[in-house]
Structures are given as C-alpha cells and as structure tokens.
C-alpha cells in the first residue's frame, strides 16, 4: 500500500477575505477537514503548505494573513512547510518531508488552482509521485478573463489528461479519494 500525503496548499487568512472570495471557501475547508480525517485514519500524512510572503504582502509571516484558515483542523502530528513561490517543492522542505515519511502518493489541494495548486501538481508529476487532485479540493477567485468555476474545471481537465512521467493525475471528487 502505498504511503499517502495530503498537501494543502496556501489555505491562509490573507487568501480568503472579502475583497479576495474563493469559489467554494466554506464547502472546500468542511471537505478538505474530512479528507484530512480520512488521511490520518489510514496512517497518511497532511502537511499544510504556508506561503510565507515578502514584506507588504498579506501572506507575510509578522501579519494576521500568513495564519492559515482557523476552521481548518491543524493536529500537532500535521507538518507545516514554508514556500515563497508557487511550486510546493522549489526551495522547500517538501521533498525531504515525503522522503521522511516514505511518502510515494500526494492528494494535492488547496488555493489557488490556477497558481500554486497547478504548479505543484505538475511538480509533482514530474518527480513521478502518484499524483490525485481532487476535483472538488481546490479553489480560487474570479479572474478578470474567467470565472473561478471555470479555471477549476478547466485545471482539472488539463490534470486528468497531463503527460509527464508520474502522470496524468488522478482526478476525482474528495470523498471518492481511495486508500
């Protein structure tokens, strides 16, 4: 059986406010709590990826934004690794992490799809990991040329079909997600 990891990407204050709403943001924390759930139940890891932004951004670690979502549960067994770009591995302690923990399978999630969140996926890809992106497990805001529903129908159709060596991602909704 292979060694799972739930990623959860950039679910911070700063990321959800309401002059920055997210498709779904509320439907998204109750299904990426339950999955985490699940996760645990089956010996997987969840790691919380922080985006830690340069000063006078809202993600930057001395502001209220940096924290991640409060109705997100954060158990102490949980890793939380720091990024300052899009992609979840570059520059991180991600790859270490997967490696500690033997970790061969990622179920990939989070905001925003179409940066972060398709960035690692396709990083993930690329380093052969058995990549699952949840359908409904990600969100992102209204862009000024699409609409969020869009972008994340459109991401997960892009995964579901990605050439890579450990692809194409496996796209299904949170509760369908297998151990």
């Known amino acids: 059986m292979a060694a799972s990891a739930l990623i959860v990407i950039d679910m911070q ?18 299904r990426l709590n339950s999955l985490a759930e699940r996760v645990r139940q089956n010996a997987g890891l969840v790691i919380f990826i922080r985006h830690d932004g340069p000063a006078g951004d809202p993600h930057h670690p001395s502001l ?14 949980d890793e939380i690794v720091a990024k300052t770009a899009c992609d979840a591995f570059l520059d991180t302690t991600l790859e270490n992490v997967l490696r500690a923990h033997e970790v061969d399978r990622l179920i990939v999630t989070g905001c925003a799809t179409d940066y972060c969140v398709d960035t690692t996926v396709r990083s993930a890809l690329a380093r052969e990991y058995d990549t699952i992106a949840p359908s409904d497990g990600h969100t992102t805001a209204d862009r000024p040329h699409l609409n969020a529903r869009a972008i994340i129908e459109h991401h997960n159709a892009i995964w579901a ?10 796209v299904c909704r949170c509760d369908e997600v297998e151990f």
């Open 161 to 170: 079909d990605f050439i890579a060596p450990g692809g194409p991602a496996r």
């Open 64 to 77: 209220p934004g940096w924290h991640i979502l409060p109705d997100l549960s954060v158990l102490p067994a």
């Open 13 to 30: 204050v700063g990321s959800f406010t309401d002059e920055t709403p997210r498709h779904d943001a509320d439907g998204l924390v109750a």
